[in-house]
């Protein structure tokens, strides 16, 4: 336990992080508004006070940041804008206007435009995957021929994985999820590495304009990874269901074998291993177990070559969770939990007090 406490602390002294300032002025929607951000795999929401209209917030970044914000009278919302560090951006808006400077203000000023172009053109109209990933890649092709910014290709990168992610993967694994053979074809796609025409069907159409070995894609926002993490296990249930053989395997185990054979070691892979274990550590309070193991994952997890601006928030959350319910060594009590019944319903609580653990 000492140990991982040191590495916390060496890890968390030896990034460089940059101040990041929002400055927001805002006219017709009551006395305060909500900044929310993600940050080290969790949505932190914020709400502030409007003084004379005006609200100003400050958080320190060592990568770039997806913010959003949101009035409250009434609710409205801009898109996810991102921010890099040393940015400082104003943001005005009343109810006719969005006004978005500093920092990348013309691709935060299209994508808060692209949203609106996408719901004019298709609203009322049946969903049709193919034709909605089309046309924001076209628009988002015509805006990147003239935008300029130190890191263009690095927020095109993000922002074309971001439009295939969401708007074709997404669609693609909540209808065809119990398909194995579209979801192997997923996984095909994916070990090619972005390789063009690398499939021929077109249920699959547009998943192959995103190389993940790309270290810009390493920066996705972290909706995307959960997107991606959801693949994961949709792709471990077909696993399971060609080889009964791993049913009495750790789901973990499963899944961080299945993200080590789709993608190349590189900050993506890092990324999806790292939310995916952070995942497992926050399942605690419905699944107590699910901290056994966890010291072994960590571990193993620092092995990676990208893992280390990672590592603080994995360490910080298993820490705080052990501590929260004692150390899970051998002769430690068990915690309360609840485990479904039979038809899946979370109604039937075992209360395992005063039972021993004898093994992790």
């Known amino acids: 336990m000492k140990k991982l406490f ?3 602390g060496l890890l968390c002294s030896s990034m460089t992080y940059s101040q990041i300032i929002i400055h927001a002025t805002v006219n017709g929607y009551g006395n305060k508004m909500v900044i929310g951000y993600w940050k080290d795999f969790t949505y932190v929401s914020d709400t502030l006070q409007l003084n004379r209209n005006k609200a100003h917030y400050k958080f320190d970044s060592s990568e770039p940041v997806y913010f959003k914000l949101q009035t409250t009278d ?37 994508l808060t435009r692209l949203g609106a172009e996408m719901r004019a053109k298709f609203a ?4 049709d995957y193919n034709a909605s990933t089309q046309y924001l890649l076209d628009r988002s092709e015509d805006f990147f021929s003239t935008f300029k910014h130190p890191q263009k290709q690095l927020i095109k990168n993000i922002h074309t994985q971001f439009i295939v992610t ?23 796609i994916i070990k090619s590495q972005g390789v063009p025409g690398a499939n021929g069907d077109a249920n699959l159409k547009y998943l192959d304009r995103v190389n993940f070995s790309n270290p810009n894609i ?12 959801n693949l994961i296990r949709i792709l471990r249930t077909h696993a399971i269901e060609k080889d009964t053989a791993l049913k009495d395997t750790d789901e973990y185990v499963i899944e961080n074998k299945i993200i080590k054979e789709l993608f190349k070691e590189s900050r993506y892979r890092s990324r999806l291993l790292a939310y995916n274990l952070y995942y497992r550590i926050n399942q605690y309070t419905q699944y107590p ?16 070559n990208f893992s280390t601006d990672l590592l603080p928030a994995i360490e910080k959350s298993y820490l705080s969770q052990v501590a ?23 109604d039937l609580q075992v209360m395992r007090q005063g039972i021993k653990i004898n093994s992790l």
């Open 218 to 229: 390493g920066f996705a926002n972290l909706p995307d990874i959960i997107t991606m993490n």
């Open 6 to 8: 040191l590495v916390l």
């Open 124 to 127: 009322g109209m049946p969903p």
């Open 289 to 304: 177990m699910q901290l056994a193991g966890v010291e072994d994952f960590v571990a193993g997890f620092r092995k990676e």
């Open 324 to 346: 929260s319910i004692g150390a899970l060594s051998k002769g430690a009590v068990a915690p309360a939990f609840k485990l479904p019944d039979t038809k899946g319903k979370s």
């Open 166 to 188: 969401n708007y074709k993967l997404s669609p693609i694994m909540v209808k065809y999820s119990s398909e194995a053979t579209i979801m192997n074809g997923i996984s095909t």
């Open 74 to 110: 009434p609710d409205t919302y801009t898109p996810f804008l991102i921010a890099f560090p040393g940015d400082t951006i104003s943001i005005e808006k009343d109810t006719k206007h969005l006004v978005i400077k500093g920092g990348a203000e013309s691709y935060n000023t299209f």
